[in-house]
């Protein structure tokens, strides 16, 4: 029977992917919670090769062993909405100066994109927490 390891510790960063490096912030994040850092960021550049310099979330797993484990996470809802609508960033003042817009059906492909990391039960539902994302960042939805 296979020996179950046990979990020391859980946590969530952000970072590039496919183009990570031990430098800070990341390497001192990985090292203070047990990881080796090298090894993290071999794998997970491997494993983000395709989403190249976009920044994702990832959930490390550590184990009493040292070893470790990740899921990688979708990028962060303003990353997906400032790519879709190529701004470079969102609005200082959301309810006075507006960036850009966005359309439903942009909204739509980005909530079907997202979804598996959002606490939603639908599309729809997705799309309006990605709506409320939008806003906030001073860009209009439009249909």
Known sequence: MAKVKEIVKKFKMQAPGGTA????????VLGANGVNPGQ????????????????????????????????????????M?????????????????????????QLRKLAETKIPDLNSASIEAAMKVLAGTARSMGVDVVE
């Open 21 to 28: 490096t031990p430098a800070p912030p990341i390497g001192p």
């Open 81 to 105: 909405i400032k790519d879709a609508i190529n701004i470079e960033k969102g609005s200082g003042e959301p309810n006075k100066n507006k960036v850009g817009k966005i359309t439903s059906a």
């Open 40 to 79: 993290f960021i071999t794998r997970f550049n491997a494993a983000t090769a395709a989403l190249k310099g976009k920044v994702v979330g990832v959930e490390v797993t550590v184990f009493t062993d040292r070893s470790f484990d990740f899921v990688i996470k979708t990028p962060p809802a303003s990353v």
